[in-house]
């Protein structure tokens, strides 16, 4: 695990468990499933699920094309934005934390997503 991620964990006091994975971290904050993944460059990835996508064609196309409009409009005043999952199955909030970053940053990032998961649910 990186070392940011144990430093905010400690921070926060949050004990890791011993089995979590080396790259990555989940739990669970305010109802919210959040997953820190760290990456070789030490940049880490915070991300939460939004909601599932409907499965109809048009259903879909009509939620993601909300939902873009909605990611265009908050760019200016949020540093997470919406992402579609491989499988085209949820959408997902994501949020990015520059390796030089301290335990600040990404307490931000985790609070950011935390906050923008509510809205999202909210409004789709």
Partial sequence: MSAMIQQWAAANGLKLPP????DQL???IDRVRVHLVTF????IL?????????????EQ?????KALALSTARMAEVAAGPVVDPACSFLKLQARVPAQS????LDKAVSVIVNEVEFWRGVL
């Fill in 102 to 105: 301290g335990t600040e940053e």
């Fill in 19 to 22: 089995t979590a994975p080396p």
């Fill in 26 to 28: 989940s739990l669970t």
């Fill in 46 to 58: 915070v991300e939460a699920r939004v909601r599932d996508l409907p499965s109809a064609p048009a």
């Fill in 61 to 65: 196309a009509a939620l993601l094309r």
């Fill in 40 to 43: 070789r460059s030490g940049e």
